[in-house]
């Protein structure tokens, strides 16, 4: 079963930054596209990034574009999404998944959603 771990959430002020990390064990990352999805309070959850598996293109969602960066290292089977200029806004659990078929088709996510990393903006 493929299992992911969230970490790196807190409590930031408008403005600054956080960097999420999605670490994978059992299986290599690199196999899967990998998508960071959001759920706040009394919404949907959202997908608001993606990395493609085979040429290392990504895709964010227009409410994120330029502020968050979505990265993979394949050495410590991890992904991160770097997030700049937090708003708040952006206030929400954040999660990562296996998707399918890719990024740019996106729909299904495998496995079951992990706990999840909270991020709270706030000053």
């Known amino acids: 079963q493929l299992q992911l771990v969230e970490s790196g959430g807190g409590l930031v002020q408008p403005g600054g930054s956080l960097r999420l990390s999605c670490a994978a064990s059992?299986?290599?990352?690199?196999?899967?596209?990998i998508g960071w999805f959001r759920q706040a309070p009394g919404k949907e959850r959202e997908r608001v990034s993606c990395?493609?598996?085979?040429?290392?293109?990504?895709y964010y969602a227009n409410s994120v574009k330029g502020r968050f960066t979505i990265s993979r290292d394949n050495a410590k089977n991890t992904v991160y999404l770097q997030m700049l200029s937090l708003e708040p806004e952006d206030t929400a659990v954040y999660y990562c998944?296996?998707?399918?078929?890719?990024?740019?088709?996106?729909?299904?996510?495998?496995?079951?959603w992990g706990q999840g990393t909270q991020v709270t903006v706030s000053s």
């Open positions: 990395i493609s598996s085979s040429d290392g293109s990504t």
């Open positions: 998944a296996a998707l399918g078929p890719d990024c740019s088709s996106f729909r299904y996510t495998f496995g079951s």
């Open positions: 059992g299986f290599s990352l690199n196999r899967y596209d």
